[in-house]
């Protein structure tokens, strides 16, 4: 079997760091705009990648082909396959290739570029989920401007006299404008661009959402993302023990799993034979192997950067083979994995933490809540390594709902904790408390919506990750709610390679 390519982050804290670096690696799942979008000259064109999670992160790129070009554009990033479609089903859209969404924005963002009006200033980064504008991608000839000359429609006289002064000159003069509320201005030629009525339903549409209420949930959107980036986050300050400097084995059959040399993905057969091995001092080799790998790996991340990092395994099939042990006393060990930094992540899991961590952690933690709500309070971790310790947990609920109230117990007492550290985000930032939310709302804690409610009008719960209170609260309450899929797998099940 050939080695694994290093893997990506799916959970990089800062997405905008992710995309622009690796957001063109994902590939393109599909492309969608409004149906009318040639009628009313605004494309709301969505161009999806899918991670190898099954999550999408999105590019969104609201275009007017008539004159302004690239108008507004942002992104939702590793949102879940549910949510997507959920939030699709909303929309009036139909499919188009990648070459046609290509050609539509960058298109335009030309067009717009010869009457002197650069794209939005955030396609700098949304340009990344784009492929490069080369002649690799075929040529699309579409007719921007309406009736052979430039259509400026604005809000209103302030953004209008933004724009004037530039057309008057690009164009000679030679351009129309229509304003919303003018007279001049027809909602039915133009299909209720802008802020549009707050029912948004359409003649003979039915619950269909028009234009207008497309532009409002596009824009209640941004407005989040630009909320979710305010807030503040943790700042990484976790000091090290001192780890094994030498790998001492008992078992020579362990080896393929952290020599260099080895470093491949072994078979069945090899997993069978090195868990017949002793059970004792199999756990306590496997530990061993774990704390040496971290210290390892840390000297490599500090070293050259990401292209030269060599490939490495080492440390997701130990953690496989823990769980599959029911390894409790390498609890310490798991722990001490998601205790390191976001080069660990990438470097070990990238799009795959979410299939190792939690499981892991289940199996090896479900009977030592006390030592998990210890790591819960712990000051200066990685945001996205320390959240998986919630998923765990919440697995208890799911597979024991005898110790349900063990459970709620052990997250009242986080999120009593987080409420009182989220201000200096020592401890918690508003990203963990989110993704907390989102595995509460999986387990339906009902008995936690008033601690839940106090942590959001703290107003600094980062709503990205599963929307405001009354949201959080309709879908606790639902009784159609589908949760994540916690389904338990044995080591056969979950040792899959993911390149596949």
Known sequence: MSKKKKKQSSLPPSPRQYIRTRGRSLPVAECIINENWKETGMANVFVTRRHKSGNYTVGVYLVDIFCLGLKDTFFRFNVLEGEYEEFKGKLVFSEITYGEAHNIIYGAIEYAGELGIPPHKDFDLTQYLLEEDTEDIPLIEYEFGNNGKPLLMVKDRLELSHYQSILAKSTGGDFEYAIRGDGDFDEDEYGGYGDGDEDGEEENGGDRPDQAEMFQKLERMKTRLEHSRSLPHTVYAYTPPDYPKELTLTHGELNVLFRPENVASPDRET????????????????????????????????????????????????LLLLGELRAEESLDAVLEIMR??????????????VKYLPLTLYYVGRNRLPALLDFAREPGLYTFLKAYVFPAVAMIA?????????????????????????????????????????????????????????????????????????????????????STDFTLLNIYERYEDPQE
């Open 398 to 482: 799911v597979h024991e709902p005898e110790r349900r109230g063990e459970v709620i117990a052990w997250f009242r007492e986080v999120l009593d904790f987080c409420h009182g550290h989220l201000s200096d985000a020592t401890c918690y930032d508003a990203g963990l408390a989110g993704m907390m939310t989102n595995d509460l709302i999986d387990i339906q804690a009902v008995e936690l919506l008033p601690e839940i409610k106090r942590l959001y009008d703290t107003g600094l719960v980062d709503e990205m990750c599963c929307g405001n209170y009354a949201e959080v609260e309709k879908e606790i309450l639902s009784s159609s709610w589908q």
């Open 271 to 318: 997993l069978e034979t090195i868990l017949a091995l002793p059970r004792e001092s199999l756990i306590r080799d496997l530990i061993h192997g774990v704390l040496y790998e971290i210290g390892h790996t840390n000297a490599i991340i500090a070293g050259p950067s990401q292209e030269e990092w060599p490939e490495s395994v080492a440390i997701t099939i130990p």
């Open 340 to 353: 390191q930094n976001e080069d660990f992540l990438n470097y070990h899991f990238g799009d795959f933490a």
